[in-house]
């Protein structure tokens, strides 16, 4: 299991410093198991989950999700290369 919050305590941290301004939204790359900050952070966050053979998680009311299967990910339409 991930804690998440450390993350969500970084980018607060730059912001109250103003070392980042204007933050429109985090992505964040994840299984989705962890825990989560309990309020809802001033910009808007995407947790990118991969479905796997596992049930998916419960996110957070406040988060945005969007779940990419193996076929999604592989699929040469979305590659940089």
Known sequence: ???FRPVFAHV???IRKKELTNLQGL???TDGEGTFPERKPPYDTAF???RGDYALPELPGWAMSL???EEDILDKRFSAY
């Open 48 to 50: 990118i989950l991969h």
């Open 27 to 29: 992505i964040y790359f």
């Open 67 to 69: 779940t990419l299967t």
């Open 12 to 14: 607060e941290e730059l």
């Open 1 to 3: 299991r991930t804690d």
